[in-house]
């Protein structure tokens, strides 16, 4: 069996987690979780196919959503404890998994990209509501 690397699951779910490539390295290409982020990107392109004068936060809503809550999935990997990791997704790789300060620079980030992002996406949400996309 395969060791799976905590600090590049992490490293996936904060670049590649809209596309749920972090889902396919730890669990492979039979978990759902991981089809559902990815099938984001197809519905997202058909309702802008389909309303192509909505604004682009509303048509890619599942796809922006699914980047927030892969970087959410990335705290969850990252603030794991090295030892429940290894009982999870490591049980028989005969090694042990030893993060350090790289899993903490990357929880960092995916702190900061998320809050980032969430409060983009609910600015721009009222702005479009209340104003009709008024400031910008």
């Known amino acids: 069996m395969q060791h ?7 490293l996936l779910a904060i670049v590649l987690g809209g596309f749920g490539v972090h889902r396919f390295y730890l669990y492979g290409l039979r978990d759902i979780w991981g089809w559902l982020h990815l099938a984001t990107i197809p519905i997202s392109l058909a309702i802008w196919l389909a309303v192509p004068e909505q604004q ?4 890619g809503g599942l796809f922006v959503a699914s980047v927030l809550i892969g970087l959410l999935e990335a705290l ?7 030892l429940r990791w290894d009982a999870s997704h490591n049980p028989a790789s005969g090694r042990h998994s030893s993060s350090g300060w790289p899993v903490v620079l990357l929880l960092i980030l995916a702190m900061a990209g998320g809050t980032t992002g969430l409060i983009a996406a609910i600015a721009r949400t009222f702005d479009l509501l209340f104003t009709g996309g008024a400031y910008g």
């Open 76 to 82: 969850v990997i990252g603030l794991t404890p090295d």
């Open 4 to 10: 799976k690397n905590k600090t590049l699951a992490t």
């Open 56 to 59: 682009l936060l509303f048509v």
